[in-house]
């Protein structure tokens, strides 16, 4: 059985329909690229995976979990627990500093949060920022505060909507390595959607969303 199965997802926005029949089936482990033109809907469909978008028609199931079936209380539990999200426009907390944005997941899941945000600091060789603000970040500084936030629960899925986009060959070589890093050291399953063709070769599995429909490479 598929970690992640996508059964037959439909997204409309009015009489827009963006996604029209979407299946996929991912094994853990997997790291799926989704690749597309701008406003095809990699956004809409990260989203609906993770459980933060609802959709028209169709399922989301995670392991044994049909993740809409569930309350929005218990779905958003479930993220929180299970999935880690990178977002693209980066939504780190402009008030809270690096330690605090990192720590914030941990807090909201009731955990010990101390230990575990320096260990991310550190996988991340971001500790020297520990208690910069946001603002004071370069792109790259920035997107490992968020890949570690986006780790602070031991995420089983990771999904990062457009990574490397912003970052020079240097910072996407290191985002890229860390990816692998994270998917070979903490077996983490891995969405990515991108048309940064820099790291399309990170993909085991590699999908194009065109016309509403997603094709396998
Ligand atoms: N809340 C919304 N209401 C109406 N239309 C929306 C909404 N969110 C997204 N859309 C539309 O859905 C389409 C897909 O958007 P989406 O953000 O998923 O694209 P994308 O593939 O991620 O694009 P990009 O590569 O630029 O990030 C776009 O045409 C967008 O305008
Ligand atoms: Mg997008």
Not at 140 to 165: H, K, V, W
Request: charged share 30%; with cysteine.
């Amino acid at each position: 059985m598929p970690f992640i199965e996508v059964v037959d997802l439909a997204k409309e926005y009015g009489i827009k329909k963006i996604l029209d029949g979407v299946r996929m089936s991912l094994e853990k482990g997997d790291i799926s690229i989704i690749e597309g033109p701008s406003g095809i809907g990699k956004t809409t469909l990260l989203n609906i995976i993770a459980g933060i978008d609802t959709p028209t028609n169709g399922e989301v199931i995670i392991g044994h979990t049909k993740i809409f079936d569930l309350s929005e209380d218990k779905r958003a539990r479930f993220r929180l627990e299970k999935i880690g999200i990178i977002f693209q426009q980066m939504n780190l907390i402009d008030d809270l500093n690096v330690m605090e944005n990192i720590a914030l997941p941990l807090k909201l899941a009731g955990k010990k949060w101390k230990k575990r945000v320096d260990k991310l600091l550190k996988y991340m060789k971001i500790e020297g920022l520990k208690y910069e603000m946001p603002h004071t970040l370069s792109g790259g500084e920035m997107q490992r505060c968020a890949i570690a936030r986006a780790l602070a629960n031991e995420p089983e899925i990771l999904i990062a909507d457009e990574p490397t986009s912003n970052l020079d060959d240097d910072n996407t070589r290191n985002i890229a390595d860390l990816i692998l890093k994270i998917n070979k050291e903490l077996g983490t399953t891995i969405v990515i959607a991108t048309h940064d063709p820099r790291i399309h070769y990170l993909g085991n599995r590699r999908f194009v969303l065109e016309g509403g429909k997603i094709y396998e490479r």
